[in-house]
């Protein structure tokens, strides 16, 4: 039943001046007490309530129903009490009210009856329990001394006897085997409505947030993402607003989308921590480093159903994978705080993400509204390339900008759109493979002669001048870099035989899997052919200092590789170079 019928539903109840029983089933915290006590303060407010006594009363570890009895009794407060603190100042009239008449009889209680005065004065005082409205929470969550069938039994009795309007909140999914089937067979004798309390996720959201003064913003945030899950619980979703909340003003000084970002990472981990009998599991979602949706595609049949259930759920929630960061959130939910100094370690890479993807949609507008229209304001829209640009051109692929320069071109604004390309060089001057224009190619765009020139020309410029026998070891993990191979191929046999004789232990082994590794390529190029002799005369320098060389050099196998280039392969320059040359 929705959330709105629920409400009528006990409106209607409390209005009434029939006594009968109410009973209200529902999910953990999914807002039942909240509703209840919300719709009681709303009549007390209106007037429209059938009586003026009141007593709630959790069933939580209750065991007898001589403590039902007690506790009935202590809780009891005029109507209009509802919803006020208690005033320790007033505690004579406060039980007056709740029972008239009480203290004379306690004290003739205790004149007569001495010691068995607390047992004698319940009693007493429970003669007094009449035209109440008494609230039971908490029936699967009783003593386990206290039978179900009991509590109904008594409530049963205030209704009839005492002309008492009850209601009963309870999880009855959480109800003990042999004490739910009880409950059971009892219910319809006794209770006179019967209601299943199942708000949706969203009508959760709002029952866990109308507490909170915070801003709407979040507040909009946390239901979206909650909604989202499918968390109907409603101090589960008041924990996770307060988790954003308290990591949002560490955030402020980064681009809006870090913390949406986070907000969005810290709902899941949170909800994963908080109820790890319904979430996927923290293990699951924290193990899962790489993409989750291609993780499902390439493991499939690896995984149970439930963790099939858990990817899709993830997936539409749009959580595509866990790095370090949020790793680090959910670290914090766990200890209950986040510092200052952990989330800016890794907000700041967030945050160039973020940029990132925000300049990427400024410059696809761009596009968008170049194309979109037949209007003349060529100056507008150029001018919006212009500040994607200049704002930010260390976000912007080579090929994006040879794209945008291609335009100017077009449209005669060619030193326009060469200063654009210089802002982006100057900005990205520094970084690895700036001036690579192999992608522009690869995807089909224009590369004039002049760009490409000027891009060759920059590239030999800023080439580093690595040491020589960082070359060599960095031939190992790069045996095809057309920089390294080039240079090496260059250099004179005696510098082959320098650093070979120079290296031991571990740089000789990377050494020689760098040299040796074109013996197991069935087409070198030149450059790998120019190496793979010179390193030979080297060796062969080396091996005619003594017999142990030999035998070593003899192992390398490169003049056997050498031996099998036919003729007319390619020779380059200096292949047949003397050892002694």
């Not at 007033?90 to 007056?96: A, F, P």
């Not at 930010?392 to 994006?400: H, I, Q």
């Not at 035998?551 to 292949?575: C, D, H, N």
């Amino acid at each position: 039943m929705s959330v709105e019928n629920v409400m009528a539903q006990i409106a209607r109840f409390l209005e009434s001046e029939t006594a009968e029983v109410l009973c209200i089933r529902g999910n953990w915290g999914t807002g039942k007490t909240y509703s209840w006590d919300g719709a009681l303060k709303e009549a007390v407010t209106n007037k429209r309530i059938g009586r003026d006594k009141y007593a709630y009363v959790s069933l939580f570890g209750v065991n007898s129903l001589a403590d039902l009895k007690q506790e009935i009794i202590h809780q009891t407060i005029d109507v209009d009490q509802v919803g006020k603190s208690f005033d320790f100042q007033d505690v004579e009239s406060y039980v007056k009210g709740a029972f008239p008449g009480i203290l004379k009889l306690g004290g003739l209680a205790g004149k007569f009856l001495g010691e068995n005065y607390t047992s004698a004065g319940v009693a007493v005082m429970y003669m007094l329990v009449r035209n109440r409205i008494i609230c039971i929470d908490d029936l699967e969550r009783k003593g386990k001394d206290l039978r179900s069938a009991d509590v109904l039994g008594l409530v049963s009795q205030l209704r009839e006897d005492r002309n008492c309007k009850v209601v009963i909140l309870l999880n009855d999914e959480r109800l003990d085997g042999e004490d739910r089937a009880m409950f059971g067979g009892y219910l319809e004798k006794v209770v006179d409505i019967n209601l299943r309390f199942s708000p949706t996720a969203m009508d959760c959201a709002d029952i866990a947030l109308k507490v909170f003064d915070g801003t709407n913003e979040i507040k909009q945030l946390v239901r979206e993402r909650t909604t989202k899950l499918g968390i109907d619980n409603v101090r589960v979703i008041r924990k996770l607003y307060s988790f954003v909340q308290q990591i949002q003003p560490l955030l402020t000084h980064y681009k809006p989308g870090v913390f949406l970002s986070v907000a969005h990472t810290i709902v899941l981990m949170g909800w994963c921590h908080l109820q790890p009998e319904i979430a996927p599991s923290k293990d699951f979602i924290v193990r899962r480093k790489g993409s989750l949706t291609d993780y499902m595609s390439k493991e499939k049949g690896e995984l149970t159903p439930q963790e099939l259930e858990w990817i899709k759920l993830i997936a539409d929630y749009g959580y595509s994978h866990t790095d370090e960061f949020d790793v680090t959130l959910l670290k914090g939910i766990e200890d209950g705080y986040f510092t200052k100094e952990i989330i800016d370690k890794h907000a700041t890479e967030l945050n160039q993400r973020v940029e990132a993807g925000l300049a990427a949609d400024e410059l696809s507008n761009a596009w968008r509204e170049f194309h979109d229209s037949f209007d003349d304001d060529l100056n507008g829209k150029l001018k919006r390339f212009e500040s994607c640009i200049t704002k930010s051109a260390k976000f912007y692929s080579l090929s994006d900008v040879i794209s945008v320069v291609n335009l100017f071109r077009d449209l005669d604004r060619r030193r326009d759109g060469d200063a654009l390309l210089d802002v982006y060089l100057e900005a990205r001057r520094g970084k690895r493979g700036v001036y690579n224009f192999s992608d522009v190619e690869l995807f089909g765009r224009r590369l004039d002669d002049d760009i490409k020139e000027k891009l060759l020309a920059l590239e030999e410029q800023e080439k580093p001048s690595t040491p020589v026998e960082e070359l060599f070891l960095m031939l190992a993990d790069d045996g095809h870099n057309r920089d390294i191979t080039e240079r090496l191929a260059a250099l004179p046999v005696e510098e082959y035989v320098r650093v070979l004789k120079h290296h031991k232990g571990h740089e000789f082994k990377v050494l020689r899997s760098a040299l040796t590794q074109y013996n197991r390529l069935a087409n070198p190029d030149i450059y790998n052919i120019e190496i793979m002799q010179k390193t030979n005369n080297a060796l062969q320098q080396i091996a005619e200092e003594n017999l142990v060389n030999k035998v070593r050099v003899s192992r390398w196998g490169i003049a056997e590789r050498l031996a099998k280039i036919p003729p007319e392969e390619p020779q380059p320059t200096g292949a047949t170079e003397s050892p002694t040359s």
